[in-house]
T-cell receptor, first 115, second 111 residues
Framework: KQEVTQIPAALSVPEGENLVLNCSFT??????LQWFRQDPGKGLTSLLL?????REQTSGRLNASLDKSSGRSTLYIAASQPGDSATYLC??????????????FGKGTHLIIQP | DAGITQSPRHKVTETGTPVTLRCHQT?????MYWYRQDPGHGLRLIHY???????DKGEVSDGYSVSRSKTEDFLLTLESATSSQTSVYFC??????????FGSGTRLTVV
């Protein structure tokens, strides 16, 4: 059974710092890896999608990398801002002969950026 | 997200009553999913669909059923609601090149 772990569970840093969120998964036979952001009481917003043949994706101040062989992904946030405060979720979709059968999520990193 | 909507957004129901949550998409995606989100457990897959009338169970399917009679609609039914089904329910759609897109969620309280 695929398991996804996110470290740290919570992080509080002053504004302007660069930071790294970590995600590890137990089964390297993944289809995609996706990073989401969730604000309190809200839905999930997709940040970055890395397909299994890719090693990284970038969007603005965000960069995500994927190392399937080691079962790890990192989300790098540059020049953090108070508006980046949210819970960040990592999720993997497993290889399936019949098609996509869902995402397995980590429990998230709760990020607070202090003004 | 404009391509996927859930209804209702909030619902309070009594133990033992049936409840149906609706997910509607305008993206014509083949795959649709229902998840629940609970503190300490994160997001867990309840059921998913890979086409009209084609569905399968996820990790926490007991007490839930689903139906998909049209590509755009995926219904989740709690046949006899229990307090343990108090949760936030999310619908999602997926396409290979675009990953997963989630709805805004339904907050269900069973009293």
């Amino acid at each position: 059974k695929q398991e996804v772990t996110q470290i740290p569970a919570a992080l509080s840093v002053p504004e302007g710092e660069n930071l790294v969120l970590n995600c590890s998964f137990t089964d390297s036979a993944i289809y995609n890896l996706q990073w989401f952001r969730q604000d309190p009481g809200k839905g999930l917003t997709s940040l970055l999608l890395i397909q299994s043949s890719q090693r990284e994706q970038t969007s603005g101040r965000l960069n995500a990398s994927l190392d399937k062989s080691s079962g790890r992904s990192t989300l790098y946030i540059a020049a953090s801002q108070p508006g980046d405060s949210a819970t960040y979720l990592c999720a993997v979709s497993v290889v399936s002969g019949g098609g996509a059968d869902g995402l397995t999520f980590g429990k998230g990193t709760h990020l607070i950026i202090q003004p | 997200d404009a391509g996927i909507t859930q209804s209702p957004r909030h619902k309070v129901t009594e133990t033992g009553t049936p409840v149906t949550l609706r997910c509607h998409q305008t993206e014509n995606h083949r795959y649709m999913y229902w998840y629940r989100q609970d503190p300490g457990h994160g997001l867990r897959l309840i059921h998913y669909s890979y086409g009209v009338k084609d569905t399968d169970k996820g990790e926490v399917s007991d007490g839930y059923s689903v139906s998909r009679s049209k590509t755009e609609d995926f219904l989740l039914t709690l046949e006899s609601a229990t307090s343990s089904q108090t949760s936030v329910y999310f619908c999602a759609i997926s396409a290979q090149a675009y990953g997963y897109t989630f709805g805004s969620g339904t907050r269900l309280t069973v009293v």
